[in-house]
């Protein structure tokens, strides 16, 4: 996998893979967002930008809130892909300021931090005034669009605690467990996680009876993780990541809730299949050595059936 260490790329250094199971290392960078910045974010063009790879499901939940805050017009968007040669790759044509020595997203972290350990995860928000990494929590990113948009609202303070914790619960059961499960390199470890991946789908599932989204009529931040897993199910976490036992298409309420998001305008620009299906499969060399993408399912996501008019 490679990661940063005192500063310095390292191919084949890797602190994710404990005994034969994947765990997820936590960043070593600050992630909170200072109080000039946040002022800043949402008036100042050419200055902030959210650094994201449309294969990443983290990046993906950014880049929703980004978009349904309405802040993408003054927050550029910088995507990362491509070969993984040291891990994800600023791809050109975007709206980041040319600097020739940043071509790697791991050089955004040394020239925040010089002697950086650690994996360069995606996404960022990133102050191209002060060539420095604001956060690369995606959860912070989220809830900082939220709190300076006048257009959603994501996490409202009385439900507050309660989205906190279903976001966790979706996290840990589900968008954390698919890793688990595609990554392990154990059978108990493996049967462990796609057991705790179906459970919590089942449960999502039954929650889902009768009601639009995860707290009723109102998008919140739960859902748009939950809507970041859920549209990379059938396209490589039931096929790459081996959670073969039932598809998202098998479930009729996380069906219907997914597509009823992919529908809202503005969402379905941020979903790239293509690219999505390139980077867990291109960039996994213990489990796919030939390189051998997948094919697209045949999906419709344009279905409405079920949906509310």
Same mark, same amino acid.
């Given at each position: 996998?490679?990661?940063?260490v005192?500063?310095?790329?390292?191919?084949?250094?890797?602190?994710?893979?404990?005994?034969?199971?994947?765990?997820?290392?936590?960043?070593?960078?600050?992630?909170?967002?200072?109080?000039?910045?946040?002022?800043?974010?949402g008036?100042?063009?050419?200055?902030?930008?959210?650094?994201?790879?449309?294969?990443?499901?983290?990046?993906?939940?950014?880049?929703?809130?980004?978009?349904?805050?309405?802040?993408?017009?003054?927050?550029?968007?910088q995507?990362?892909?491509?070969?993984?040669?040291?891990g994800?790759?600023?791809?050109?044509?975007?709206?980041?300021?040319?600097?020739?020595?940043?071509?790697?997203?791991?050089?955004?972290?040394?020239?925040?931090?010089?002697?950086?350990?650690?994996?360069?995860?995606?996404?960022?928000?990133?102050?191209?005034?002060?060539?420095?990494?604001?956060?690369?929590?995606?959860?912070?990113?989220?809830?900082?669009?939220?709190?300076?948009?006048?257009?959603?609202?994501?996490?409202?303070?009385?439900?507050?605690?309660?989205?906190?914790?279903?976001?966790?619960?979706?996290?840990?059961?589900?968008?954390?467990?698919?890793?688990?499960?595609?990554?392990?390199?154990?059978?108990?470890?493996?049967?462990?996680?796609?057991?705790?991946?179906?459970?919590?789908?089942?449960?999502?599932?039954?929650? #889902?009876? /009768?009601? &639009?989204? +995860?707290?009723?009529? *109102?998008?919140?931040?739960?859902? %748009?993780?939950?809507?970041?897993t859920? !549209?990379?199910?059938?396209?490589?976490?039931a096929?790459?990541?081996?959670?073969?036992?039932?598809? #998202?298409? /098998?479930? &009729?309420? +996380?069906?219907?809730? *997914?597509?009823?998001?992919?529908? %809202?305008?503005?969402?379905?620009?941020? !979903?790239?299949?293509?690219?999505?299906?390139?980077?867990?499969?291109?960039?996994?060399?213990d489990?796919?050595?030939?390189n051998?993408?997948?094919?697209?399912?045949?999906?419709?996501?344009?279905d409405?059936?079920?949906?509310?008019?």
């Open positions: 996998m490679g990661m940063l005192d500063g310095k790329w390292d191919d084949t250094a890797d602190r994710s893979m404990v005994s034969g199971t994947f765990r997820r290392e936590q960043t070593a960078l600050p992630t909170s967002i200072d109080s000039e910045a946040y002022q800043s974010i008036r100042q063009k050419k200055r902030f930008f959210l650094i994201a790879s449309a294969s990443c499901p983290w990046s993906h939940g950014a880049v929703l809130a980004l978009v349904l805050s309405g802040l993408n017009e003054t927050v550029g968007i995507w990362a892909g491509g070969p993984r040669i040291e994800y790759g600023l791809l050109p044509g975007g709206p980041l300021p040319s600097r020739s020595e940043f071509k790697y997203v791991h050089q955004l972290y040394t020239s925040t931090i010089a002697d950086y350990t650690g994996r360069s995860t995606v996404p960022v928000l990133w102050d191209a005034a002060h060539n420095k990494i604001l956060s690369n929590s995606s959860a912070d990113i989220i809830l900082t669009f939220d709190a300076i948009s006048h257009r959603i609202e994501l996490r409202p303070k009385d439900r507050a605690e309660e989205i906190d914790n279903l976001t966790q619960h979706i996290f840990d059961g589900l968008s954390n467990a698919v890793y688990r499960a595609g990554k392990s390199q154990r059978q108990d470890e493996y049967d462990e996680a796609v057991d705790l991946v179906f459970s919590t789908l089942d449960g999502l599932e039954q929650g #889902l009876d /009768d009601q &639009t989204f +995860l707290f009723g009529d *109102a998008l919140t931040l739960a859902d %748009i993780r939950l809507f970041a859920l !549209v990379r199910f059938d396209t490589v976490y096929t790459h990541f081996r959670c073969t036992r039932r598809r #998202l298409v /098998d479930y &009729t309420n +996380l069906w219907r809730f *997914a597509r009823q998001i992919f529908q %809202i305008p503005g969402v379905r620009q941020t !979903v790239d299949f293509q690219e999505i299906r390139y980077g867990y499969y291109v960039n996994d060399g489990h796919n050595p030939h051998i993408v997948g094919q697209q399912p045949d999906l419709d996501w344009d409405r059936t079920g949906i509310d008019e």
